[in-house]
């Protein structure tokens, strides 16, 4: 699984919800940059697993692993911006019509040479529906709740 965008000279974007990493390949397929992030945590090395029931009615061990990004986005300058959490799940036990707690999470906001240029913690603590740079403005959307959060990116 991962997410990527798609840059105007046709440059592909990924970032790995169960890595942390980030990689940009060229229209021909070619890798042009591979990176990872420095993060406040420590990865947990054993997360154990958890048995759940398939819509197939099949019983299925999954293991739990580290989760890192959710989603990419690339804008016209070619400035990244990825949101990725603040803290890793602890293994818990879910009852019957409970809602897993939302982790913290954080907007990176980077330059096309992936230098950070900023790092964005929302006010809201629901993750938007949506989010995106625009000129010199990074942008979060929750089209759900109805709220929309702007801050202005501020390059030398």
Not at 1 to 27: C, G, H, L, W
Not at 42 to 65: C, F, H, R, W
Not at 124 to 133: G, L, N, Q, T, V
């Amino acid at each position: 699984m991962f997410y990527f965008k798609v840059d105007q000279s046709d440059n592909i974007y990924i970032t790995f919800p169960y890595q942390n990493r980030i990689e940009k390949f060229n229209a021909a397929g070619d890798l042009i940059l591979k990176i990872t992030r420095e993060l406040d945590y420590v990865e947990n090395e054993n997360l154990g697993s958890v048995e759940y029931t398939g819509e197939d009615g099949e019983n299925y061990t999954k293991d739990i692993t580290n989760r890192f990004s959710f989603d990419i986005h690339v804008d016209r300058n070619g400035r990244i911006s990825v949101m990725t959490l603040l803290e890793q799940d602890t293994i818990r036990k879910m009852t019957e019509g409970s809602i897993p707690e939302q982790k913290p999470f954080m907007f990176g906001v980077y330059n096309s040479k992936v230098v950070l240029l900023c790092s964005v913690l929302p006010v809201e603590k629901i993750m938007p529906s949506k989010f995106y740079i625009h000129d010199n403005r990074f942008f979060m959307i929750n089209a759900a709740d109805m709220w929309v959060y702007e801050y202005r990116i501020m390059e030398n």
